[in-house]
């Protein structure tokens, strides 16, 4: 079984751009979370999303957004980027049964 | 915000001692969970204990959970240098807030 796929690997985009990171889950999965990962703030949630709906939203500003389209395949958005906003960014899929499976994550740098 | 807090914050041991790594949350919880990240990359899931267990094994792992306590350790057995890695415990409240909160995790350096 394939595991979580996030593409792409490394990102290095300037300030006030926007960026989107894509994360495909395992098989069968229906839902996905998105982490950001700092050394200063450490790993934070993003959000989650089931079944192409958002059922869960961490304290992030409205510049992250995401989606998730009917094959459960996710997406996350940044916009007008910020030189904070460099990070290690992680995709799980999870299930009820067997918890969550990470992504190798994007590490986007902004400069 | 984190609701795992490990310690130690870093553990240096030689290479077939034992890692004990202790890690306690706030709230009620559903599940705790311990992932394993290599300098930077994803993270692996190594073991989840739900909040009606105690103990569990898997391999050189052992997990125990005390809720009363709110607190878990990771024994790691028999360490090897491939052990070497930054640790996280994660809590799951469960239910519509499922979601994992993370630990600032251990470095563990294990001295071949």
């Known amino acids: 079984k394939a595991g979580v796929t996030q593409t792409p690997r490394y990102l290095i985009k300037t300030r006030g751009q926007q960026v989107t990171l894509s994360c495909s889950p395992i098989?069968?999965?229906?839902?996905v979370s998105w982490y950001q990962q700092t050394p200063g703030q450490g790993l934070q949630f993003l959000f989650e999303?089931?079944?192409?709906?958002?059922?869960n939203k961490g304290n992030f500003p409205g510049r992250f957004s995401g989606r998730q389209f009917s094959n459960s395949r996710s997406e996350m958005n940044v916009s007008t980027l910020e030189l904070g906003d460099s990070a290690l960014y992680l995709c799980?899929?999870?299930?009820?049964?067997?918890?969550?499976?990470f992504g190798s994550g994007t590490r986007l740098t902004v400069v | 915000s984190q609701q795992g807090e490990e310690d130690p914050q870093a553990l240096s041991i030689q290479e077939g001692e034992n890692a004990t790594m202790n890690c306690s949350y706030k709230?009620?919880?559903?599940?705790l969970q311990w992932y394993r990240q290599n300098s930077g990359r994803g993270l692996v899931h190594l073991i989840l204990?739900?909040?009606?267990?105690r103990e569990k094994h898997s391999g050189r792992l052992r997990v125990t959970l005390d809720t009363s306590k709110k607190s878990s350790s990771l024994l790691i057995t028999a360490s090897r240098a491939a052990d070497t890695a930054s640790y996280f415990c994660?809590?799951?409240?469960?239910?519509?807030?499922?979601?994992?909160?993370f630990g600032k995790g251990i470095t563990l350096s294990v001295r071949p």
């Open positions: 799980a899929s999870s299930t009820q049964a067997y918890g969550y499976t």
């Open positions: 098989s069968g999965h229906r839902s």
């Open positions: 999303y089931f079944s192409e709906t958002q059922r």
């Open positions: 709230t009620s919880i559903n599940n």
């Open positions: 204990i739900r909040s009606n267990e």
């Open positions: 994660a809590t799951d409240e469960g239910g519509a807030n499922s979601k994992l909160t």
